[in-house]
């Protein structure tokens, strides 16, 4: 009995009292364990095996058919190289109209551009511009240009800019309000291409709005243009938005190369009631590297701003197109609070062409305060050194 109780346990059902004796043999329930753990063992290893040879299939899959993109493109490219090369004649336009698949045109027309990338003549890049206006490239670009993918929006952008598609006009000029800087910086540079004259009246307006924009990158677009109008057109958008981003676009003005935008600087700061610190000291460095010697009285107007960096460009631009009347305000400067503006101080009397070694010897002797001598000391030895190079030059 005591055996049998301990195989089979009672179960009292509800408050009725009734008793229900299972008995269940033990080795049985060891062996019902052990057949659904080998059960559960199995399905498992064949889930896994399974998974296995999916993604062997899987990436077999992808292997292959990277293999018949690749062979399809190396056909692709030969075909239509040979055409963009001049080698075949262009065939009939049903065929190639007859193509409605969206990455196939992508792959041509960047197979296009990098043929363009490659010619080295204008007759080169007039035949193959040619070749694209006979062939249905252009209405390609055209479409793409609505795209919302960037990369294909940019492409049709250099497409149309290449191939001067003056009827995507008003679609282009939209295009550099976009809020994807590069998307708009490659609208600007295409409507340059297709048309500065009209363009630039246009563009000043959004350069002066665009702060995301970065104005190396303006001033080496608009220099496509020209110099001269790169830098009238600089400048006119500097000048008529906001002043701290103005002060951004005129540091970039000595990339052009030309000094029209001076002119348009100077009228705007004489007939501006009220000109921000940062502004006054791009301009004074603007006046520094052109060295026209019209710029002379502003720059020494500003020598005693009393913004200490304003100060520091004054000085610096005196010692580009100073003369030897400057002297004596440079050696002003080197009794400054600020220790940059008496740096710049002594480079500038370094840097003036009346300025000889005995000079700046007897200007030490006679400075009061040991700063003033500590940087003129400084710049003396630089002027030494500076005066002694050719002759190791020629020596060697």
């Known amino acids: ?174 295009l550099i309000t976009h809020q994807n800087p590069f998307v708009a910086l490659h609208a600007v540079q295409a409507l340059l291409s297709i048309h500065a004259p009209a363009a630039i009246p246009l563009l000043i307006p959004v350069i002066s709005r665009r702060t995301d924009w970065s104005p190396l990158a303006i001033a080496t677009i608009l220099r496509s243009a020209g110099g001269d109008v790169a830098s009238d057109t600089l400048a006119r958008a500097a000048t008529t938005g906001d002043q701290s981003v103005g002060a951004r676009l005129i540091r970039h003005l000595p990339i052009t190369g030309s000094p029209s935008g001076l002119s348009v600087l100077r009228h705007f700061l004489d007939a501006s009631p009220q000109v921000s610190d940062d502004f006054l000291a791009a301009c004074l460095f603007v006046f520094g590297e052109f060295q026209d010697p019209t710029d002379l009285p502003i720059v020494r107007q500003s020598l005693f701003h009393p913004t200490w960096y304003v100060r520091v460009q004054a000085a610096t631009a005196l010692g580009k197109l100073g003369t030897s009347s400057d002297e004596a305000r440079l050696t002003a400067l080197l009794n400054d609070p600020e220790w940059w503006v008496r740096y710049r101080a002594g480079e500038a009397l370094v840097n003036l062409r009346s300025m000889t070694e005995e000079k700046l010897e007897m200007l030490q002797a006679t400075l009061p305060l040991p700063e003033a001598q500590e940087i003129l000391a400084t710049a003396l030895a630089r002027f030494r050194q500076r005066r002694r190079a050719p002759l190791l030059t020629g020596t060697v």
């Open 1 to 174: 009995m005591l055996g049998k109780e301990a195989t089979s346990p009672s179960f009292i059902i509800g408050d009725l009292g009734y008793s229900l004796d299972l008995v269940i043999p033990m080795n049985d329930v060891l062996f019902l364990d052990d057949h659904l753990s080998l059960t559960i063992w199995y399905q498992a290893a064949f889930a896994t095996g399974g998974l296995v040879i999916l993604l062997l299939l899987w990436v077999l899959c992808i292997r292959v058919g990277r293999s018949i993109g690749r062979y399809r493109s190396q056909l692709i490219t030969k075909k239509w190289k040979i055409i963009f090369e001049g080698r075949s004649p262009v065939l009939p336009y049903r065929p190639f109209l007859l193509i409605t698949d969206s990455r196939y045109r992508v792959f041509v027309l960047n197979l296009w551009n990098e043929c363009y990338d490659e010619c080295r003549s204008i007759d080169a890049t007039a035949r193959l511009v040619d070749i694209a206006k006979r062939l249905p490239l252009q209405s390609w670009a055209r479409t793409l240009l609505r795209s919302r993918q960037l990369h294909r929006k940019m492409l049709a952008i250099r497409t149309l800019e290449r191939l001067g598609d003056r009827s995507m006009w008003s679609p282009l000029y939209s």
